[in-house]
Nanobody
Framework: QVRLVESGGGLVQPGGSLRLSCAAS????????MGWYRQAPGKQRGLVAR???????NYADSVKGRFTISRDNAKNTVYLQMNSLKPEDTAVYYC??????????????WGQGTQVTVSS
């Protein structure tokens, strides 16, 4: 059974930083491409960063240069370091496993997500 548990969100001022974590179980984590998605109120969920099993990374243009995705295969955990946060980064953040270079999430379930609010 797949389980994804996101944590690390919170309220931060513009320009601040947060580090999100996602602990995964029920998958062969080391072989999986993992990604962080976000969903703002009234908007569709979208992929913001991905990391392949070999460590290569891709980012949405909106977060490039500010966010860094990483993984610890020994802990079955994927991280998202978010710096220089902007109000438009406010969203619920989720992890999943995007299919190849697409944004399609292959895992059949989502975690509860973690709320990130950027506001002064």
């Amino acid at each position: 059974q797949v389980r994804l548990v996101e944590s690390g969100g919170g309220l931060v001022q513009p320009g601040g930083s947060l580090r999100l974590s996602c602990a995964a179980s029920g998958i062969v984590f080391s072989a999986a491409t993992m990604g962080w998605y976000r969903q703002a109120p009234g908007k569709q969920r979208g992929l913001v960063a991905r990391i392949a099993s070999g460590g290569s990374t891709n980012y949405a243009d909106s977060v490039k240069g500010r966010f860094t995705i990483s993984r610890d295969n020994a802990k079955n955990t994927v991280y998202l370091q978010m710096n220089s946060l902007k109000p438009e980064d406010t969203a619920v953040y989720y992890c999943n496993a995007p299919l190849g270079l697409t944004a399609y999430p292959v895992l059949g379930s989502w975690g509860q997500g973690t709320q990130v609010t950027v506001s002064s």
